[in-house]
Structure formats: C-alpha cells, structure tokens
T-cell receptor, first 113, second 111 residues
Framework: EAGVVQSPRYKIIEKKQPVAFWCNPI?????LYWYLQNLGQGPELLIR????????DSQLPKDRFSAERLKGVDSTLKIQPAELGDSAVYLC???????????FGPGTRLTVL | KQEVTQIPAALSVPEGENLVLNCSFT??????LQWFRQDPGKGLTSLLL?????REQTSGRLNASLDKSSGRSTLYIAASQPGDSATYLC??????????FGTGTRLTVIP
C-alpha cells in the first residue's frame, strides 16, 4: 500500500514569490493534516481536514497561507507571498479516523532566499 | 496549551546497550500518546501508540510506557543497533485530535 505522497520534495524560491505544496493521503484516510517543522523542533499543526472540511485552521497564518482539499482526497497548501521565515519542512499526514494513528509523508523542504 | 518536553536532547550509546528516552507533558487530559522516529531528511514513522487508558505498548525491541497522572512517558529500546540511530519524537493527542510534539531526542548508536 502506498504511503502519504508529497511533492515537490525540495523547493527553493526568492522571498515574495508564491509556492504550493501537494499531498496525496493514504487511500481511504478521511483526516488530513499539514504540519510545519522548523529545524531542531517538533512539527506544529497548521491545519486539519475531515474530508473536505477544514475543522482546525487556528494555527494557519491566513494572511499568506491558504489550503484546500477538493473532493476530500488530495490537498494543496499555498504560501503567497513567501517570507524568509517560512523556510522549513512542510509535512502532510493522514489518519483513517479522527484520533487514529497518523501516517506522515516525507515532507517538502522549503528554502526562501 | 499542552507542552511536551523530551530529555535528553541527544544521546550516544555503544551498540548493544539498553536505553530509555523520556517524555513529559503538562496537561494530563490526553487522548493518546505516540512515539515517532524521524530519519534525516525524511518524514515521521509511527512506532508505538498508547491510548490514554493503557499503561504500555510493546513492539519488538521497543517498549513504551505511559503514566498519565504524572504526565510522563518513556521509550525503552533494548539491545540497541546502529540502525536505531535517528531522532525520536514524542507526541500527545488532545481530545481535538491535534498532536503536540516534543523537540525530540537525537540518538546515535555507535558500532
């Protein structure tokens, strides 16, 4: 069974440019999460989806970040415009049910110059 | 807000040693606790999940314990191997199903 797929794996952009990350969760997993991981830190939740609905986006900086999960499967996280402080690893995870074990993708490492 | 602390931040042991990683959390009202492994440049792999009603979980050479009342968990690794070298992260889940992670313990097992 395929795990959580993320692309791209690496992205280098200049500040003020837009960037988008894509995530394909494990088939059948209704819950999808986006996390931000800074160097030497644990991941921090940005947004959680139950099917198509964003049920927790309290930590998402809505002035520049947006996310969508059309049809309750794939999800896209966008930053526009990117700032230097956005350099980090963006992780996507999914779980079969709320409260269940979360399975993580390999992440996208973003570098903003 | 739930805060999760892991000590030590880094640990080096010779191959074959048994070791214990520690995790503490501030709010005992948790739904479950998970231990993850993260290899450099890669995502997280879930190792063990302990429900709030459980005291411990075992998988192979790994044993995780949970003392909810004191806000502590330990991950015991028996007979460590070089392949165990990685960062180990502890995460607690609240009723809202959000995971709060510690900063991890970076383990190096020396052949």
């Amino acid at each position: 069974e395929a795990g959580v797929v993320q692309s791209p794996r690496y992205k280098i952009i200049e500040k003020k440019q837009p960037v988008a990350f894509w995530c394909n969760p494990i088939s059948g997993h209704n819950t999808l999460y986006w996390y931000l991981q800074n160097l030497g830190q644990g991941p921090e939740l940005l947004i959680r989806y139950e099917n198509e609905e964003a049920v927790d986006d309290s930590q998402l900086p809505k002035d520049r970040f947006s996310a969508e999960r059309l049809k309750g499967v794939d999800s896209t996280l966008k930053i526009q415009p990117a700032e230097l402080g956005d350099s980090a690893v963006y992780l996507c995870a999914s779980s079969l049910v709320a409260g269940g074990r979360q399975f993580f993708g390999p992440g996208t490492r973003l570098t903003v110059l | 807000k739930q805060e999760v602390t892991q000590i030590p931040a880094a640990l080096s042991v010779p191959e074959g040693e048994n070791l214990v990683l520690n995790c503490s959390f501030t709010d005992s009202a948790i739904y479950n606790l998970q231990w993850f492994r993260q290899d450099p440049g890669k995502g997280l792999t879930s190792l063990l999940l302990i429900q709030s009603s459980q005291r411990e979980q075992t998988s192979g050479r790994l044993n995780a314990s949970l003392d909810k009342s004191s806000g502590r968990s330990t991950l015991y690794i028996a007979a460590s191997q070089p392949g165990d070298s990685a960062t180990y992260l502890c995460a607690v889940s609240t009723g809202a199903n959000n995971l709060f992670f510690g900063t991890g313990t970076r383990l190096t097992v020396i052949p």
